[in-house]
């Protein structure tokens, strides 16, 4: 498919409405991976307005600024807790602390016990591997499985909903007969998934990038965070449907065809951003805002909580490990889409 992989051609596709994540041309699906498609055919991520512009506006009504700012304080206890149980000797910081930190929290926003963390875990990997290159039919059919073991899992939460959690308040929305329950689970199961795997990649490339560049220690600041967004991100292309016959950019594209979008590669773009391979701190807020959350009616959801889940985890991490260091050069997993370290081998003796 053709790229685009400049800061305002992928900027202007991610706003251009005569594209969009919805499949104008469906494929036909295999019985195996039915399971799957019944979760994924009602998540905003994959929908176009009108559906997605009714489901995002009522669940925005539950994922509000006031209640991810409230997070802040759990974030940071949390974050102290993992440095807590740091062991002595060089250990994997992806598995001591960047994978289940954004996990745990997801878990206390929706309203579910910690508890079933390494569930919620595996149930997501196994659902975001239908998006990665080189899937098997094994692959598909574990996709499948753990949607429906992730569904019936949520059902029962539905249940007995704890009072403070965002399931709550998305079956109070439901009863108001603005979401479906398919759309109140697959908002739920979204929710962890999208909002766990990538925070977990942007947390180790993180890390890795600061003292790569010699940077660790330096002052966490939202600053700070905008540019380890921008350096290295978690997602490094999107794609979008033609949703119409088209000519865009140079291009033409028949209805249905797709187009990447680099953006990663946008977020290095040397007419936006001097010097784009160097990690800068203070390059904001004077550059522009990187690509990293998509642009467009299509803007990450979970974008504040991934802001603030970042500060206060590296923050409470730099304060807590001034000495942490890489002790083996990070190594990038062989995985599409995403993009980040199979693991950081660290010591912080």
């Known amino acids: 498919m053709p790229m685009a992989a400049d800061h305002a051609t992928v900027s202007a596709l991610l706003r251009d409405r005569r594209f969009g994540r919805e499949d104008p041309v469906p ?15 009602h998540s905003m991520l ?49 598995d001591a602390f960047a ?35 080189r899937r098997t039919h094994a692959d598909e059919v574990a996709a499948a499985r753990a949607a429906a073991e992730f569904t019936s899992y949520l059902t029962d939460m539905f249940r007995a909903p704890a009072p403070n959690g965002l399931i709550a308040q998305l079956l109070a929305v439901e009863a108001e007969n603005k979401l479906s329950r398919d759309e109140t689970c697959a908002t739920c199961i979204l929710l962890l998934n999208a909002g766990h ?9 993180g890390v890795a990038g600061l003292c790569a560049a010699d940077l660790w220690g330096a002052e966490v600041t939202p600053n700070l965070v905008e540019e380890v967004l921008r350096h290295d991100p978690p997602l490094h292309l999107f794609t979008r449907f033609a ?27 040397p007419d936006v951003y001097s010097d784009p391979a160097r990690f800068i701190p203070d390059r904001y807020p004077a550059a ?14 979970g974008a504040p909580l991934a802001r603030l889940e970042l500060l206060e985890a590296l923050r409470i991490l730099a304060q807590r490990c001034p000495d942490l260091r890489v002790v083996e050069p990070p190594r990038y997993a062989n995985i599409y889409h995403f993009h980040g370290l199979e693991r950081l081998q660290v010591d912080v003796s």
């Open 99 to 133: 994978r289940p930190l954004p996990v745990r929290v997801i878990a206390r926003l929706l309203g579910v016990p910690e508890a079933d963390a390494p569930s919620l875990l595996a149930w997501s990997n196994a659902m975001v591997g239908m998006y990665q290159a």
């Open 46 to 94: 994959e929908l176009e307005p009108p559906r997605h512009t009714r489901l995002r506006a009522q669940v925005l009504r539950a994922f509000t600024s006031r209640r991810i700012a409230a997070l802040g304080p759990e974030i940071a206890a949390l974050a102290h807790e993992l440095v807590d149980a740091f062991p002595s000797e060089p250990f994997d910081l992806l």
């Open 243 to 269: 949703m119409e016959d088209v000519e865009a950019h140079g291009h033409q594209f028949a209805r249905g065809d797709r187009v990447g979008l680099l953006l990663a590669a946008a977020n290095r773009d």
């Open 197 to 205: 795997e990538a925070t977990v990649h942007t947390l180790g490339n």
């Open 27 to 41: 494929p036909d699906r295999p019985a195996h991976q039915a399971d799957f498609w019944a979760v994924e055919n």
């Open 288 to 301: 522009p805002a990187s690509v990293s959350f998509g642009a467009g009616l299509h803007f990450c959801l």
